[in-house]
């Protein structure tokens, strides 16, 4: 008797069984709605339990980088919730919108494994039953007229009526953004300081492929010849970065020379490639002193990506 007591416990305490057990617990978890409501009254339920919530909106095709922040949000909340909702609104080529990729039954079985509590998938009329939702009454300022706000007209007024509708319906605790959309990550700061929105907004830093290709969801769309190619941003980021931290404080001849090398490869077409102040997205004022991002912008094939690496001093 004793020895089979002391084989099951031996079993229970055994990693590959609390592996399973914890896929068991986890499957068992996800909560998927579609409904504002629905997912209203969800949180309400945890928050009178006093339990803390993150929150991560996406816009789907998930992949590590998604994993890695519904994981920091789960380390410091009780219940994390996602959002898939490819928002038209802050697309400024509709193209680019209807090529988006879509792959929401992997999307859900992946937030299943990484045991998020809730996934909030709503169609474009929850999000917007009333068109006067898709425009809001803030202007982020110069920090969204550079860069991406340059080459992509619109493109931030979208994300931030898409996000404060989205922080008013799930009101967390703690909403996380990817920081290799470092402008978006700004720009949503100074919605949550201008509306005065009770969440505190979260950077995470970027995660990469191997080869140092940041991870995004528009990878998937680049062809098995343009794939090995795409390192070359990555490259080009880290040369600079190198060259700065080197001591080299003439940016615009670090930014002349890696224009070259782009001229020289020739896959790309270049929307920017820019070293600015890290806080303001202006052009740099103290070059030993402020913290600085190296950004770029282009297009490989069809697909544009974009990066970036922050420097602080
Ligand atoms: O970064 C994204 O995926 C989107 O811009 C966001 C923040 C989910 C808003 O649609």
Redesign the pocket.
């Known amino acids: 008797m004793v020895n089979i007591t002391t084989k099951l416990v031996k079993k229970l305490q055994s990693a590959k069984f609390l592996l399973v057990l914890d896929r068991f617990y986890k499957a068992t978890m996800l909560k998927i709605s579609t409904k504002v409501i629905e997912v209203q009254n969800f949180l309400e339920i945890e928050r009178q339990n006093n339990k803390s919530i993150g929150f991560v909106?996406?816009?789907g095709a998930l992949h590590k980088g998604h994993l890695s922040l519904i994981r920091r949000s789960r380390s410091e909340n009780d219940c994390t919730i996602a959002s898939v909702?490819v928002?038209p609104t802050?697309f400024n080529d509709p193209s680019d919108f209807d090529k988006y990729p879509r792959t929401i039954q992997k999307d859900t079985e992946m937030l299943r494994e990484a045991g998020c509590s809730i996934l909030f998938l709503p169609s474009e009329s929850e999000i917007y039953p009333d068109s006067a939702l898709k425009s809001i009454n803030f202007s982020p300022g110069p920090i969204a007229e550079v860069l991406e706000g340059a080459h992509r007209p619109g493109h931030f007024a979208g994300?931030a009526a898409?996000?404060k509708r989205l922080l008013d319906i799930v009101q967390p605790h703690r909403a996380y953004?990817?920081l290799k959309?470092y402008q978006?990550f700004l720009v949503i700061k100074k919605l949550q300081q201008f509306y005065q929105i009770p969440t505190q907004i979260i950077g995470c830093e970027t995660l990469r492929e191997q080869d140092g290709l940041a991870m995004s969801s528009r990878n998937s769309l680049l062809s098995a010849l343009d794939r090995p190619k795409a390192v070359f941003l990555h490259q080009m980021l880290q040369k600079a970065f190198n060259q700065i931290m080197g001591g080299n404080i003439d940016f615009q001849s670090i930014i002349n020379s890696i224009l070259l090398d782009f001229e020289e490869n020739g896959n790309f077409k270049l929307d920017y490639f820019d070293i600015c102040s890290a806080n303001s997205l202006q052009k740099v004022v103290n070059p030993e002193k402020e913290d600085l991002i190296i950004c770029v912008a282009a297009f490989l094939g069809k697909v544009r990506l974009i990066d970036n690496l922050i420097i602080k001093r």
């Open positions: 909106p996406t816009m909702f928002n802050q994300v898409v996000v953004f990817g959309d978006q």
